[in-house]
Each structure stands twice: as C-alpha cells, then as structure tokens.
C-alpha cells in the first residue's frame, strides 16, 4: 500500500486529529511527487529507448561491415587461387626456357667441339 494510502485510511478512520486541509496538503504533496517521479522514469525511459536505438544501430553496422569482410575474403580466396596458377605456370615456362636455353647451349658446345677437333687436325 502507497504511504499516502496509509494517511488517507487513518483520516478517515479519525486518527491523529490531522485536519482536512493537513490532509488535503500532504496528498498534493505526494500527488506531485507521483508526478515527479513519474516523469523521471518517461524521461529514463526515453533515454533508454534512444540508446536501444544507438545499439541496434551499432549491430546492424557491425553485421553489414562483418558480411563485407567476409565477401573480401571469398574474393582474396579467388585471387589467391588465380595468382597460385599464374605463379605455376610462370615457373613452368622458366623452367622450359631453361631448358630450352641447355639444349641450345649443349648443341653450340658439341659444334664448338667439333671445330676445335677439325681444328686440331689440320
């Protein structure tokens, strides 16, 4: 039971000798106090309302930004897997032009040899 309750009951039970106007007064009184408090908390809640606004917000921000990396990260996947390819078949045609270059080189060695013997001849 609210404390105004508890005065209003005893005035009328005859209690206390508190007059009308005693009665009267202190129930403005904490009508306004009800009214006081009740405003605080409208205004409590309203704060808390608009930081509930910010949070959401905030989340909705942090899953958009979450779902983006993981799209960068698909995509670095993808260019990951097209520069291991590149990279592949970069050393596949060095390593054929090295090879390529020691067959030419082996061949000009058996013509250089084979001068120097036509040479050694003569």
């Not at 508890?6 to 009267?24: N, R």
């Not at 921000?61 to 979450?66: A, H, P, Y």
Request: charged content about 35%; glycine content about 4%.
């Amino acid at each position: 039971m609210k404390p105004w309750a508890w005065i209003v009951a005893a005035a009328l039970a005859g209690c206390g000798g508190v007059t009308k106007q005693e009665m009267d007064t202190l129930e403005e009184k904490l009508k306004a106090r009800d009214d006081q408090m009740a405003a605080q908390l409208r205004s409590d809640l309203t704060g808390i309302d608009a930081k509930y606004v910010q949070v959401q917000q905030l989340h909705l921000k942090i899953e958009k930004q979450l779902e983006d990396m993981a799209k960068l990260m698909r995509e670095l996947q993808a260019l990951k897997g097209e520069l291991v390819e590149r990279v592949n078949l970069a050393n596949t045609n060095v390593l054929r032009s090295l090879e390529f270059e020691e067959k030419l080189m082996a061949d000009r060695l058996a013509q250089l040899r084979i001068l120097i013997e036509e040479l050694k001849k003569k």
